[in-house]
């Protein structure tokens, strides 16, 4: 079991995904990124239901800087797995306190996500 395999680079940032992990690296400024990064996170969703995964690694640590996009598109994808019916998977978020947005981003996240987010 695991995610379609898949590669997005977009500006200087890049995007794999790879067995049950999701990576990000570089840099994401792009004013409009949820209008890709949303159904991105919405599709892996749909394949983590499909696939019946118990967990999805989204790791972050070697993203140096998100604008608010990010953290727009990560509350809709925990509200979808928050609202969906089968039994829903969970999702670590390995994350580098290093980087000040993630060490301010990364705890409101958090308790929005309750059980179904591990951070580390």
Do not use: C
């Amino acid at each position: 079991m695991s995610l379609p395999a898949r590669l997005e680079s977009r500006n200087a940032l890049i995007v794999t995904v790879s067995g049950h992990t999701i990576k990000m690296q570089g840099v994401l400024n792009e004013v409009d990124a949820r209008d890709w990064l949303y159904p991105f996170l919405r599709d892996i969703h749909q394949s983590a239901l499909a696939e019946q995964m118990p967990e999805i690694v989204f790791d972050i640590r070697l993203l140096t800087y998100a604008n608010a996009s990010l953290w727009r598109s990560l509350v809709l994808w925990l509200r979808l797995l928050r609202d969906a019916r089968s039994t829903p998977y969970r999702v670590r978020l390995l994350s580098d306190p290093v980087y000040r947005w993630q060490k301010l981003g990364v705890p409101p996240l958090a308790r929005l996500g309750g059980a179904r987010l591990l951070v580390r």
